[in-house]
């Protein structure tokens, strides 16, 4: 028994030795961990007193302002800290010595300073960084955020408009990009005043999508329709890029083709615009004003009408005083001008005044602005009003949290003249008038009946956005993008009962209304993440991934009643009806990633990928791919460059990327389109198939190789960028012919067609004079573009349209939109100084006879300050290699008008009667001219005034400008202008007819700062 009750005592006294080591083992080890930390932490205080700290304040070099997110790095180490809201760095654990701070902020330059750090001591340093406009450490807008120029792989091109609007006064965006950067060609179609340009970047890409540009405004992307109205006019018609108010803006950037946008996704390959609006500084309030005021001319020599009568007061035309039967004898020739002696146009006037305050705190700055434009066109019934507002508020919450909020609005009231290709319009009436002065010359409405049509436009349009900015970590930045750009558009117009005579048009003397309003939204969302890591002292690396929504919706409904009740201005007062209503939206959801490798910061090498899905692909085609690779290399930075004053600096670039442009909304889709049907004498409601729809469709595709260089000459007095590209466009949206026999559509959308653009771009800025009393800054740019079409597809046979059907077409081995038409020779055989049609022989199938786009240009501009009191400034702007239908002489030429010079009057000259001759015998090429010009765009003189004139007003700032525009012109054309068009913003068809030719602006402006 004994036993059994030991065991557990004996269990028990085993048990308590064995514990006891356990413990004792513990408590030996746990003392020789405290050693050992004891230890490591003397040595750690021992490390951390022999280490030093860096402590400073990077702030711009002119304004002393703080500079946030500038990021200071000890070079030839991986140290580095990143600046707070007041500019202000923290750098721990510096080693003791001698070493070198370099500091970068995205626009400015590199600065480098050298500093002796002790152990133990705070070293308390302030580095002061320039601004740098262009070169090497100018800013760029990426889809990823800032960077630096010398890390981008691409030309990229920046506007000032700031600078552009103190001594030019632009009358609307597209003027103040006009001319100002290689390869971003701005075509205006007319002089009514509140009308669009037609703009592209580095050429066509497709023959039946969009070849407008992208608009990015603050990171969003806003509505640029390039032709938008629904009433017609005769051609010329506004754009909403005018909607923006160049004064609001900081600057303007324009990326050319897909290597440059990538990331930007489908729609991108014709080009990106980057608009970012101003924002406030911390400070006190600044005040900026101005008012300016002008008037517009109208400078044009327009053609005088013309008629040969015989003995009875017939008309006896040229060709008619020696046909071979019964000619006729011109004894009279009548010649009158009814727009020159009964003119419709006034001296027009322009006003605008704007008003913005700007500040803040190191938490919070802000920009605020309004501006107010009345213009006056030349014709009494041109009239364009606007007023818009801007709010910028930039919130910075902590270190490490900051948002931009920006709401914009703008309201516009615009009246428009009848014109350009239009019965109704004054100038058709004159052009093809009378040659006495019957209806006062005119040949169908007089211009007080012109006048009675009231069409009109009112744009309500409200864009806001917020852009927040995460920064976790010094590396990693997170940014975030989210706003609408919301357009509220009515078209309406009134023919007035009875004011149009019955014998011109019984329709519109009966009076009619059109109605139709419009919501255009664009939304977009988007968030990339950055890692900015520092590898080794020599190798950094910049990572980011991001996705990006966009959505347009464009819903409209268009109305309209005849038989107008006299008095009444809307659709009750109409008895027939017709409305239809359109929505039409499309979305893209887009994925990417980016990865960019800089060694030494002078090798750059980016990759990236983007991947898109968009409501209109056929529903069986997936998402598109679109890669990048580029690369840059400040080369002169490199120890083995040699030192030169000639070459400062030099960097060389080249990049390849794909981008494309999305189908319609609809051209994918298969859908029905209501109608009514009569079923035993009633109408009962049924549908016709609208669309086939194509369930493969593809975007269009363009791929784009970019080569170029940089360089700073002569100490950097001269800056020069040349930039060779290569794009090609593959998936071309073609209209294929259906058979009738179907029952349905005419044509479907394929993919068949490809495109190519290659050409040039140079651009130079100049300063031969930098001093004191003088500045002298020179800049010139020169462009080139050869544009083919390709193919248009197996079995596809040549697109042919353009005014009058047949006068352009798209055609393999030639430019988009090129005219085509049947060649003449003629000889006046018998010396009668008469050319008839017996003495011209027409050629066999048309043939090539021009481009309607130039195909190079020059851009040359002078800036000279005088005193620091007076500066002047000229833009000369030439485009060549294109052509212009002469359409309005042509027309002219024809029964029953015949009242142009040639077909009259015997001393026009033989070349002019020979196009005449060959016109009556079907063929238009006599009217294909020479449609390139060189153009004075500008003129201003800007007076600076003395500090105490501008303190008696209790301003800080005083200047004064006197600006013209469209001041001289030098061209072979013998229209009335060879920058216009009949089509307004048409994708391709150009001509010349009956169209109203550019103004000229006389305009002084006075600013004031508070």
Known sequence: MAAPVSRPDNRVSRSIPSTTRKGNMRFAISKTVMLVALVL????????????????????????????????????????????????????????????????????????????????????????????????EAVVVTATGNAMQREQGNAVHTVDPADIISKGAPTSL??????????????????????????????????????????YLDGIRVENGASSISVGVGGQTPSRLNDIDPSDLERVQIAGGPSANVLYGTDAANGVIQLQTKQGKAGPTRWDSYAEGGILNEITTYPANYRGLDALDSLCTLISTVRATTP?????LLSFNPLETNSPFRTGHRRQYGLSASGGTDQMTYYLAGHFNDEQGVYAVNQNRQTSFLLNVHQFVGAKFDALARAGYTTTKLRLPENDNNSLGVLSSGFLGRADTVNQGYGFLTPQQSASIRTFQQIDRFTGSILPTYRPKDWLTINGALGVDFTSRFDHRTFVPGAIPASFSTTSNAGSRAANPFQIYNWTASVNATASLVLTPSISSTTTAGFQYYRNNFHGVL?????????????????????????????????YLDERVAIKNRIFIDGAVRSDKNSAFGIKFGNIIYPKLSTSWV????????????????????????????????????????????????????FTAGNLGNRRLKPE?????????????????????????????RDALIAVTLAPSLGGPTTQFENLGRVSNKGVEISANVAPVRRENLQVNLTASAWGNRNRLIELGPGISPIIFGLGGASQRHQPGYALGSYFMTRYSWRDTNKDGIVDTSEVTLGGAPVFLGQPFPDHGLGLSADVTIQHRVRLYALLDGRFGNKLFNSTEQFRCLPPRNNCRALNDKTASLEDQAAAAANLKGTQAGYIEDGAFTKLREVSLTFFAPARWAHMLGAQDLSFAIVGRNLATWTKYQGVDPE???????????????????????????????
């Open 41 to 136: 932490l003397a040595l750690c205080r021992r490390a951390a007193a022999q280490q030093a700290t860096v402590d400073g304040r990077v702030v711009d070099s002119a304004s002393h302002q703080p500079l946030i997110s500038a990021e200071v790095l000890i070079a030839g180490t991986t140290i580095r800290a990143v600046t707070d809201r007041e500019g202000r760095f923290h750098i721990a654990n510096v080693p003791p010595g001698s070493m070198t701070l370099r500091a970068k902020f995205i626009g400015y330059r590199v600065a480098l300073q050298s500093i002796t750090a002790t152990a133990g001591q705070a070293t308390i340093v302030e580095l002061q960084l320039a601004a740098a406009p262009v070169g090497l």
């Open 174 to 215: 597209a003027d103040a990009l006009s001319g100002r950067a290689p390869g971003l060609l701005i075509q205006n179609s007319g002089g009514t005043s509140g009308t669009g340009t037609r703009v592209r970047i580095r050429g066509s890409n497709s023959l039946s999508l969009s070849n407008e540009p992208v608009i």
């Open 328 to 332: 006729c004898v011109q004894t009279r």
């Open 559 to 591: 109305a309209s009643r005849q038989n107008q009740t006299a008095g009444t201005g809307s659709l009750g007062g109409g008895v027939i009806p017709a409305d239809s209503e359109t929505t039409q939206p499309v979305a893209t959801l887009g994925k």
């Open 635 to 686: 080369i002169s930075e490199e120890p083995f460059f040699p030192r030169s004053d000639v070459v400062t600096t030099l960097r060389l670039r080249g990049a390849w990327g794909q981008s494309g442009v999305h189908p319609g909304p609809l051209d994918g889709v298969e859908y029905f389109s209501p109608t009514p049907v009569v079923v035993n004498n009633v109408d009962v409601p049924g």
């Open 701 to 729: 595709r363009t791929r784009e190789v970019e080569l170029g260089f940089e360089a700073g000459l002569f100490r950097d007095v001269a800056h020069v960028d040349v930039a060779y590209y290569d794009k090609s466009s």
């Open 980 to 1010: 216009l068009n009949e089509a307004g913003q048409n994708n391709f068809t150009t001509a010349d007819f009956l169209t109203q030719p550019p103004v000229r602006y006389f305009i002084a402006r006075v600013n004031i700062t508070f």
